[in-house]
């Protein structure tokens, strides 16, 4: 039988941990009578807890016929007799469990885990509390939460495989291991595509094509006849192309090597005969892993993940990815996560700052508790108020638009009110096939998003990959100053044939009748033609095959390069809209490289001359009568936005997520108010007055009382004024 801590006079010791002596056991107010234990018979109780290191394993009792009084040298012997005998009892148990079964000694574990020893993982019991760990922000949002420590994948590199001594044996063995793995991923294709979208298995399909490839096929097979043993085979291969990945400077093209390391555990867990399960979760888990895979979207119950937490990878890996899209808050790249966590322990996740607390106190985990309640009201009030127009006080409209770069975004997209998707990604289908994705497949995801999003518009925007992002099958070679030298619309003019499929792709789509074409990184008139040429000659092969496409699509140009906006005059009077990609602009304005730390604290998207170049493109753009937005993330920033909307911006593209936020900061400015505070921001010499300026205007606008975005406003303003 089992007694709960508490649970009669036995129950009572363990709970209290002090010894207990009763003349008339069955009269005392705590006693419960268990008929199994035949204990009537009894009349009086002498109990004391058996304990190790202040901890209660269990109960030391003495029980009489007749009834007795015990005295304090009884109680003291009892006490003596249990101290002696508690670690006694405690390593025969432990010996009697490593020969019992699973169940029983998970159930010794759990005793012992709610008697407060820390057995957990075999870590000392922290006593230090509210341990803030700090990583990368990959996914928006709070979590409160049980940590589940989720086991590191199969280490490759620590494999135990005994290799069968016949070469032709290990050849053998590996080709079965591959077609395993590859059945498996069809039906992890068809498991996620019906769970969370045909996007996330796209994912999964680059995984096949790496096992359909000719050329990491070849090196496999060359592998295995060298070493005659299959499973270093693989680490042979996999490790060549992780390095090759790692010499890329680009984090999203870094990660890339990922995928391959991915699928060489799925054929190594092949050959050893390793199979994935399925993870139990409590409600409400944070989940601690090294690395945030795909294939752990399969393996977890995903409505009972609150969030996820990775020691390594960056915002941009596909489990990050995919993370945002089912907005779960999400932290990456924590140093020194897994070794930190405790399984069960109570974690906090804020996925906004890249924070972490471990074993939070009461005072911490009320704090955020109530921010969470605050950030859960404030979507919740905001996308309910999605249908209202963007619009100042004095009714200037401001479109607010998405960037998005795959089909599962969309759902974000209706829910929280984007009016159109100011910016389509087409490169990360290209991502998912490493490569040139096929023309049919780009057509048939452009009509999708754009059929989905009819009649609100789909900005499509070409390729935007090269320099340092050196795509498989591209043939790219290695440049000394990647940023500067052969990438985007530079990169596809050189590769015609690829951009002619891109173009035949995006025109098919187009007869929808709501998609607009985006050139990136025009930096000259004659690039804007030369693609123009190409768009016109792809339409007329469509028309002599007999595509429908629109003949009135509208070609837009992106202001991302100093010299686009020096020349913007020129430049709207041979294009149909500007889009202003700020991130590039501020980064080539200012010569600073927002991915190296050292100089990271420069990139300052607010400076003067980032703000003139916006200005001069607003007014060419206005002067030739052409619409401009801006898509960087500029469109989301707080501190931005009433800038832009003075500058004359007409429509702002950002993530899904601000649309509401946005919106509300627009519905409480006045069109005259933020011209005024534009004039002057052009006006100003450094970053900390323009910055000044915009806070004003949030604190004057009543924003920061906001009740919905107010507590976060006034943290951002903080910030911006302490510098």
Known sequence: MH??????????????????????????????????????????????PLAVRDVTIGVLVVQTVNPRHFGAADV???????QLLAPVVLNARLLELVSGSDDDRGRFVDQLARAGVPVAD?????????????????STGIAIGPIYLLEDPLDLARVDYTPSGDAAQERSDLVRAIADARRELDDVIDEVGENFGPEFASVFNTHVQILEDHGFLQRLERAVAETGDACQAVRRVVDDYRALFGRIEDPYFRERGDDIEDVGRRVVAKLLGVRHRNVPLEPGSVVVTSMILPAHFTMLEMDK??????????????????????????????????RTARPGETAIVDGTSGRIYLAPDEALLAEYRRAQQRF??????????????????????????????????????????????????TELLALAHRGAPPEDEQEILYERVARAMAPRPVTIRTLDLGGDKAVPNLGLEAEENPQLGCRSIRLTMRHEDMMRAQLRAILRASAVGNVRLLLPMISAIDELREVRRLVHATQDELARRGFAYDPALAIGIMIEVPSAALISDALARECDFFSI????????????DRGNEAIAHLFRPLHPAVLALIDMSVRAANRAGIPVSVCGEMASNPLAVPLLVGLGI????????????????????????????????LASGTVQEVEQIACERLERAGLLEHPDIGSWLVEIVSRARQG
């Open 76 to 82: 003291e012997l009892l006490q003596t007799c249990g």
């Open 650 to 681: 007409g429509e702002l593209s950002g993530t899904p997520r601000a649309v509401p936020v946005v919106k509300e900061i627009v519905r409480s400015l006045d069109s005259g108010d933020v011209t005024a505070d534009a004039r002057a921001a």
């Open 305 to 338: 993940v609150a969030a996820l937490v990775a020691e390594h990878g960056g915002a941009t890996s596909h489990g990050a990815i995919f993370a945002r899209t089912l907005e779960i808050p999400s932290v990456t790249g924590v140093e020194g996560l897994v």
């Open 122 to 138: 075999g870590r000392p019991s922290r006593e230090e509390r509210n341990v803030e760990l700090r990583g990368t922000a990959a």
């Open 3 to 48: 007694l709960a801590v508490g649970e009669g006079l036995v129950g009572t010791v363990a709970k209290s941990g002090a010894p207990l002596a009763v003349q008339h056991a069955q009269e005392h107010p705590d006693f419960k009578y268990f008929p199994e234990t035949g204990e009537d018979r009894f009349a009086s109780l002498m109990a004391a």
């Open 376 to 425: 859960e009201v404030a979507v919740g009030h905001l996308d309910a108020l999605r249908h209202r127009p963007a619009e100042t006080r004095d009714g200037r409209r401001v479109v607010l638009s998405a960037n998005v770069g795959l089909l599962a975004d969309l759902r974000l997209v209706e829910r929280h009110g984007a009016e159109g998707i100011g910016l389509f990604r």
């Open 581 to 592: 990609g700020t991130n590039d602009l501020t980064q080539y304005t200012l010569a600073v």
